[in-house]
């Protein structure tokens, strides 16, 4: 008997998440399934991946891509429920998904016309439901367009149609679909997808339930997220030795820790106070010396955030890569590991006398009091920057800076406080004060450092947290509830997240290397 080779019949099937190489053809699938609606932009896929890619699925049949869904997580007692797509996805760009909220929300099906009945949808369905169940989140819901409902319009109300398909006597692809589902019709939202001729814009709010959800305690309704700062305004005064820095910074830390606080923020290249016993006249010189005391920078921060239970923004330090000197702030975490933002633009002091290069990424941090930030100085000023790490889950922008006169410092802190205002987060200031009298282009400083809000009734009221006196060494203590800011961006007085015309602008990252 002839063997058979049974690979030659087999067509496989794969359902996975997407990945960024999948989105020309999702964009032709797309034109395919909904011919007569606006569809998606690269732009809106690269976000969906960017902010929530395990939401993100596809169907594979031997090596094709014949159907998609996307969804994201939302607290959907915070919306309206007679929301419009436009609401519910942000302009289909999902930066308001919230990894804290209680329902998967989706917000987009389709199978190749080629391939239908061979239960793709079926299968991304359930994949929905397995990763609810994964997530621990009460339901998955839907705004389900009924496509039929365009042949009985004149004939009958949305609400007679969807009766009338729940009881098998109109067949609808989408609606009956989601009905032998197991989804439940909630209401029936009017102007839901304005492009949507074929259901006349109206669409089916629908729910499945997951029986199996547990409610824990880190998912009840918060009342209050505090975090406390003390952001230092550090003394810059002639020294002689490492350990002259080692406690003055230990003394700030400690201060920082009997008050409770979550995070300490350190100035600016501060440690260019060690300069002031090295005896090196040249600035370029003097500035890689400098550098040979990075890894007693970092072994002194590290050990005091763990023994002192305070995360540290270590200011930052000049470091010595190669033949390229950076200027690069720390994160220190209090449970002991470390992370790092380099400073991505020079200011034309930096190039001229120390010959600083500049960082390639912007970097957003998990912490134990949720994501934050780190924009050093002068990257404050370029409010891209901001834009972007907010769009990442930033809450707090933390700036270390370090000016030598007024209108030096006020640039920063115009800026840091426009950043707070425009993409509704937290910015602090930590600044150097005090001079260096035999240091080269370090010899003198200017700083009042703070804690800044946005501007609205829910806050402060100059959105100011708290302050230091100016040109004086000392701290500011001050408490950010991200639980008030998170209500704030969705009912505040305005809205500058929400309300943003992305179909007229939006910020993309052009280079984030690995």
């Not at 008997?1 to 997407?18: G, V």
């Not at 425009?422 to 003198?444: F, P, R, S």
């Not at 800044?452 to 060494?473: A, K, M």
């Amino acid at each position: 008997m002839t063997s058979i080779d049974e690979s030659r019949f087999e067509k496989k099937i794969l359902l996975r998440t997407i990945l960024e190489s999948d989105i020309p053809d999702i964009l032709k699938l797309q034109k395919l399934c909904f011919p007569n609606m606006v569809p998606w932009k690269q732009e809106h896929l690269k976000s969906h991946l960017e902010i929530f890619p395990e939401g993100q699925f596809c169907v594979e049949y031997d090596g094709q891509i014949i159907g998609t869904c996307s969804s994201l997580v939302v607290n959907f007692d915070e919306y309206d429920e007679k929301h419009t797509w436009d609401e519910i996805t942000d302009n289909g760009y999902i930066t308001n998904h919230d990894p804290e909220g209680y329902n998967l929300y989706g917000i987009e099906v389709m199978v190749h016309p080629d391939f239908r009945r061979m239960k793709i949808g079926r299968r991304l369905y359930e994949a929905r439901k397995e990763l609810a169940e994964k997530m621990n989140l009460k339901s998955v819901i839907i705004g389900g367009r009924i496509p039929n409902y365009h042949k009985y319009s004149d004939k009958m109300s949305p609400r007679e149609y969807v009766k009338q398909v729940a009881l098998h006597n109109i067949y609808d692809p989408v609606l009956t679909f989601q009905l032998m589902n197991e989804f439940t019709v909630m209401r029936i939202n009017p102007s839901y997808l304005p492009d949507d001729k074929a259901s006349n814009s109206y669409a089916t709010l629908m729910e499945w339930n997951n029986i199996d959800y547990r409610p824990t305690s880190k998912r009840h309704f918060k009342t209050s997220f505090p975090v406390r700062i003390t952001t230092i305004q550090y003394m810059m005064k002639q020294i002689d030795s490492f350990d002259e820095l080692a406690n003055q910074v230990e003394y700030y830390v400690d201060v920082a820790s009997d008050y409770g606080s979550d995070f300490a923020v350190f100035p600016e290249i501060f440690t260019t106070q060690l300069m002031s016993f090295l005896d090196e006249k040249s600035p370029s010189q003097a500035v890689r010396r400098l550098t040979e005391y990075t890894e007693d920078y970092i072994g002194l921060f590290s050990d005091l955030s763990v023994r002192y239970n305070v995360n540290i923004i270590g200011g930052s330090h000049f470091v010595a890569e190669g033949d390229e000197i950076y200027n690069i702030a720390f994160l220190f975490r209090r449970d002991g590991t470390i992370e790092k933002q380099y400073k991505l633009h020079i200011t034309p002091n930096e190039r001229k006398w120390w010959g600083i290069s500049h960082g390639d990424k912007v970097n957003v941090f998990d912490t134990d009091c949720g994501k934050i930030a780190i924009l050093i100085c002068y990257d404050i000023e370029f409010p891209e920057l901001a834009r972007y790490v907010t769009d990442q889950g930033a809450r707090i922008i933390f700036t270390p800076f370090c000016t030598d006169d007024r209108q030096g410092y006020l640039r920063v802190r115009y800026c840091s406080q426009a950043r707070a205002i425009e993409n509704q987060v937290y910015t602090v200031l930590a600044g150097t004060v005090g001079n260096l009298t035999q240091t080269e282009n370090m010899d003198v400083q200017y700083a009042q450092s703070g804690i800044f809000t946005p501007s609205d009734f829910t806050f402060p009221r100059d959105g100011i947290v708290g302050e230091c006196n100016p040109n004086i060494e000392t701290v500011v203590v001050g408490d950010v509830d991200l639980e008030i800011l998170r209500r704030h961006r969705r009912s505040g007085s305005v809205m500058q997240l929400r309300d943003r015309r992305k179909d007229l602008y939006e910020v993309i990252m052009k280079k984030q290397d690995d």
